[in-house]
C-alpha cells in the first residue's frame, strides 16, 4: 500500500515590524480609524468603509480594498494589548481561501522609544493549488511602514 501525503491547506504567517511610532497610536489607526490607513498608505489601501457597526467595535463590518477587495468583520479588540482580529467574510479573498483571519498587534519595545507590529495571519486555502499568501504579508510590511510615517509626521 502507498501512501501519499497530502499538503496542508490550513497555515499561518507572521511577521513583525519594527516602527518608531507608539504602539497605541498605530492600533488606533486599525481600531479607531481605519479610513486614515488609506490617506496613509494610498499605493497599496485604495479604500476603507464601515458597512455596518463602528469603528473599532467587535461584530463591525469593514470593507477594505487593496490588491484586493475584501469585507471583513472585527472579531476581537483589545485596547489593553494594542491588538485587534479582522475575519474575512466576503470578497476576494474567499475565492481562494475557506477562511482569513488577520490578527494586529503592536507592543512598546522594552528599550528605547517605538515599538513592533505582529501581524499574524491563519487561513485555510480551498485547495492545494492556491498560494501562500506571502504577498499580503509583504503588503503588511509595507502599509505599517507608511503607517508610522503617517504617524510620525502627524506629530
Given at each position: 500500500?502507498?501512501?501519499?501525503?497530502?499538503p496542508?491547506?490550513?497555515?499561518?504567517?507572521?511577521?513583525?515590524?519594527?516602527i518608531?511610532?507608539?504602539a497605541?497610536?498605530?492600533?488606533h489607526?486599525?481600531a479607531?480609524?481605519?479610513h486614515?490607513?488609506?490617506k496613509?498608505?494610498?499605493?497599496?489601501?485604495?479604500?476603507?468603509?464601515l458597512?455596518?457597526?463602528?469603528?473599532g467595535?467587535?461584530?463591525?463590518?469593514?470593507?477594505?480594498?487593496?490588491?484586493?477587495?475584501a469585507?471583513e468583520r472585527?472579531?476581537?479588540?483589545?485596547?489593553e494589548?494594542?491588538?485587534?482580529?479582522?475575519?474575512?467574510?466576503?470578497g476576494?479573498?474567499?475565492k481562494e481561501?475557506?477562511?482569513?483571519?488577520?490578527?494586529i498587534?503592536?507592543?512598546?519595545?522594552q528599550?528605547?522609544?517605538?515599538?513592533?507590529?505582529?501581524?499574524?495571519?491563519?487561513?485555510?486555502?480551498?485547495d492545494?493549488?492556491?498560494?501562500?499568501?506571502?504577498?499580503f504579508?509583504?503588503?503588511?510590511?509595507?502599509?505599517?511602514?507608511?503607517?508610522d510615517?503617517?504617524?510620525?509626521?502627524e506629530d
Amino acid at each position: 500500500m502507498r501512501k501519499t501525503e497530502v499538503p496542508s491547506l490550513v497555515g499561518k504567517l507572521e511577521v513583525d515590524v519594527d516602527i518608531k511610532a507608539s504602539a497605541g497610536k498605530f492600533h488606533h489607526m486599525f481600531a479607531g480609524r481605519p479610513h486614515h490607513v488609506l490617506k496613509a498608505s494610498p499605493g497599496n489601501i485604495r479604500s476603507c468603509d464601515l458597512h455596518e457597526g463602528e469603528w473599532g467595535k467587535v461584530g463591525s463590518i469593514v470593507f477594505w480594498n487593496y490588491a484586493k477587495v475584501a469585507k471583513e468583520r472585527i472579531e476581537a479588540v483589545e485596547p489593553e494589548k494594542n491588538l485587534i482580529t479582522f475575519r474575512v467574510i466576503e470578497g476576494d479573498l474567499l475565492k481562494e481561501y475557506k477562511s482569513f483571519i488577520i490578527t494586529i498587534q503592536a507592543t512598546p519595545k522594552q528599550e528605547g522609544p517605538g515599538s513592533t507590529v505582529h501581524w499574524h495571519v491563519e487561513y485555510e486555502k480551498i485547495d492545494e493549488r492556491v498560494a501562500h499568501p506571502e504577498t499580503f504579508i509583504e503588503l503588511c510590511v509595507q502599509v505599517s511602514k507608511e503607517i508610522d510615517e503617517h504617524l510620525l509626521n502627524e506629530d
